[in-house]
């Protein structure tokens, strides 16, 4: 059985989505606020959270920051927000979220990605022995989602990594702009061509210009 944390200042979605989610398969706990969900992720072994950004105390994105701190486990996390603008939801995704849904919500849309998660974390398990992924003087640490370059260690946002990965993957294969928009985003409504190329230039400055070519008119790849 998987917790699921549920975090939002309106008590009417936290019981609909509890008579979606209480089941055999999850148990649900939820918080009003942003201190008691930080609380709750701090006393219970968390799988999945729910967050709302706008909540008093701490709001989501400060929540989704301190989650993506975490060194001891990657827990998912599910932003359901008011908040419908692009940049919004752009941001969102960025710090950590791996989803985004906007309110009003249908809840069986939230039930999917939910379980979508669950499939995800499933597939991360059974693939746990592939720990690392060392390309020239680059290495991607997949169990701690951390990146190394030398002996250096450094900081990429959770977008940043996961579009690294793919390309670290196989290195001198071109991955066109759709593909790394399925890859670094779930949801590709949230991202446009200028997101990418903000994308590949803080990789480029991050690990190496001379590492993330671009091939005109086809899209990316990565070399040693």
Not at 19 to 35: C, K, Q
Not at 84 to 97: F, N, T
């Amino acid at each position: 059985m998987l917790n699921i944390l549920i975090a939002d200042d309106e008590k009417e979605i936290i019981r609909l989505l509890k008579v979606y989610l209480d089941s055999s398969e999850y148990n649900v706990l939820e918080a009003n606020d942003g201190m008691k969900a930080l609380s709750i992720l701090n006393t219970n072994p968390i799988d999945i959270a729910v967050l709302d950004i706008m909540m008093p105390g701490i709001d989501g994105y400060q929540l989704i920051k301190k989650i993506r701190e975490r060194k001891d486990k990657y827990i998912p996390v599910i932003v359901i927000s008011a908040k419908v603008g692009l940049s919004d939801r752009i941001y969102g995704m960025d710090i950590g979220a791996d989803d985004y849904i906007t309110k009003p919500f249908e809840p069986l849309e939230v039930l999917a990605k939910i379980n979508a998660q669950k499939r995800r974390l499933s597939l991360t398990s059974a693939s746990a022995e592939v720990r690392t992924i060392t390309v020239g003087d680059v290495t991607l640490n997949l169990a701690e989602c951390s990146v190394t370059k030398g002996n250096d260690v450094i900081g990429l946002t959770r977008s940043e990594f996961k579009v690294l990965e793919l390309m670290m993957k196989q290195p001198k294969r071109v991955f066109t702009k759709e593909q790394i928009y399925e890859t670094g985003w779930y949801d590709s409504d949230s991202v446009d061509d200028n997101t990418i190329r903000v994308i590949i230039s803080r990789l480029r400055d991050k690990v190496g210009a001379e590492h993330i070519k671009t091939i005109r008119g086809l899209g990316y790849r990565y070399e040693e």
